[in-house]
Each structure stands twice: as structure tokens, then as C-alpha cells.
């Protein structure tokens, strides 16, 4: 079994940066992504990493903006959020799953955190 905890969410302005993190316990070797989902909108691909933490993979929108990583020693995944904008608004989630590569849908994962809020202003 696994679990995730996110933190490091809150209000920030346009150009801003955020640091997300998500504690892992239990099995740490799985496929580890970030999924956000916009106020009224479908839940979301933003970011992943493969079983070993590498070839890391992003949705086009936050591409040269965002960056995924993985510090096994702490077993800790992050996403560090640069020139964030308005359209970032989201609630961000962790999520763990099994396979060896980055699954681009939310059926490619089968442990989720709770979430934290993002939100950007204009």
C-alpha cells in the first residue's frame, strides 16, 4: 500500500513560483505523476516521472515552465511551478501508479493524495 500527502500549495501572483511536494509511505517504486484539475473542468495530466524518477513528461502548457523530480532518499516527489499563470489555477494532486513508464490518464494510477490548492491572480 502507499500513501500521499501534498503540501505547498497557495495564492500567489502571475509570474510567481510555488513549490509542490508530495510525501510518499509505504512502497515507494511506482510510476509517480502531478494531475490538477481547473475550477469546473476535468482532471488533468501536468506532469510525470517513470518507476526509476526519470524521463520526466509534461502536458504542452506548463513545458520550460514546470519541473518534475523525484528524491528517493527522502521519498518525496516535487513540481516546482515557475512563471505561473492565471490559466495554473487549479487543485493539484499526487498520484502513484504501477508499469514501469509515465501514464499520460488518471486510469494509469491507482493512489491519489487529497489535493492542494493552487491559485494564481492576475
Known amino acids: 500500500q502507499v500513501q500521499l500527502q501534498e503540501s505547498g500549495g497557495g495564492l500567489v501572483q502571475a509570474g510567481g513560483s510555488l513549490r509542490l511536494s508530495c510525501a510518499v509511505s509505504?512502497?515507494?517504486?511506482?510510476?509517480m505523476g502531478w494531475f490538477r484539475q481547473p475550477p469546473g473542468k476535468e482532471r488533468e495530466f501536468v506532469a510525470g516521472?517513470?518507476?526509476?524518477?526519470?524521463?520526466?513528461a509534461y502536458r504542452d502548457s506548463v513545458k520550460g515552465r514546470f519541473t518534475i523530480s523525484k528524491d528517493t532518499s527522502k521519498n518525496t516527489l516535487y513540481l516546482q511551478m515557475n512563471n505561473l499563470e492565471p490559466e495554473d489555477t487549479a487543485v493539484y494532486y499526487c498520484?502513484?501508479?504501477?508499469?514501469?513508464?509515465?501514464?499520460?490518464?488518471?486510469?494509469?494510477?491507482?493512489?491519489w493524495g487529497q489535493g492542494t490548492q493552487v491559485t494564481v491572480s492576475s
Open positions: 498520484a502513484a501508479g504501477a508499469g514501469v513508464s509515465v501514464a499520460y490518464t488518471a486510469n494509469g494510477y491507482h493512489s
Open positions: 509505504g512502497r515507494t517504486m511506482f510510476v
Open positions: 516521472v517513470n518507476l526509476l524518477g526519470r524521463y520526466p
